[in-house]
C-alpha cells in the first residue's frame, strides 16, 4: 500500500521506516524535504521510502498519516488541496499537551482527533498510536507480555484497514473504543501513562489489559 506521512519528525521517520521494512510504499514530508538532515532516513528507507512536500505526501498516500505538533497540525492540513485528502483514512497520531508546570491536555470538552475530523470533513478519520513513544512503536516487545493499541473513528472500513497496518508494525490486539468522539478517552490515556512513566521513572512504557 502508498502510505503518506504528514511529518518527518520522531514519529514520521519510525512510522516510515516500520511501514517501508513492512513492505509498504512510504512518503515521509518535510518543509524542507531536501535538507541534509533526512538523508540517513532516505538511505535507510532504501528505494521504497521518499521524503517530499506535505501536499506530495496526501496525493500519494491511499492512507495518509498526520504526524506532526498540535501546534501546526491545522495549518498544514488547511494547506493541503482537500481533493488529496478526500475519501481518504487519515491516521491521526496528535497529541495536544502543554508541558507549563508538568504535562496538561489543551483542550477540553474537545479532542485533536475530533478537531482533525472536522479539519477534514470528507476523510475517514482514524486516531491511534498516540499514546505510545515512538521509540516503542515498532514491534512492541515486553517481557510482561503484549501492549494493547486503541484506536477510534467513525468509518468500520477504515478502522478496518488500520487495524491491519497496525499488524503489519507488531500491534497484534488492538481495541476498537468506537467513534471519533472516544480519542478524547485516547488522549486522556496518553495523559495517564506519560504521568505514569514519570511517577515511576519508567520511560517507554505501554498499556497492557490483564485478563483471566
Ligand atoms: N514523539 C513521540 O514519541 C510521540 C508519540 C505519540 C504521538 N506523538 C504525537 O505525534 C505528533 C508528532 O510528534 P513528533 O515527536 O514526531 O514531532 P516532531 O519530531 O517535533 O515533528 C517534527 C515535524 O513537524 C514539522 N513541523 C514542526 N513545526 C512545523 C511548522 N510550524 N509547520 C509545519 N511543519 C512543522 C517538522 O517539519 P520540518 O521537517 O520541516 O522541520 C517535522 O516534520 C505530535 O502531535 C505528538 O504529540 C508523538
Known sequence: MNIGILGAGNVGKRLGTGFVKSGHRVVISSRE???SKHVSWRQEAGESGDIASFEEAARFGEIVIAALP????????????????????????SNAVHFDNGPRLLLHD?????????????????????TINDKIMIHPNFKEGSPIMF???NDNSSKDQVRALLKDIGWTTVVDLGDIRQSLLQESMMLACLISEIQLQSPGSAFALLRH
Open 70 to 93: 498540535w501546534s501546526c497540525l491545522k495549518n498544514v492540513l488547511e494547506a493541503i488541496d482537500p481533493v488529496y485528502l478526500k475519501n481518504k483514512t487519515v491516521i491521526d497520531v
Open 151 to 153: 484506536m477510534s473513528g
Open 33 to 35: 524535504p531536501h535538507n
Open 110 to 130: 474537545t479532542s485533536a482527533g475530533l478537531i482533525v475530523q472536522k479539519l477534514l470533513p470528507e476523510s475517514h478519520v482514524v486516531k491511534t498510536l498516540n
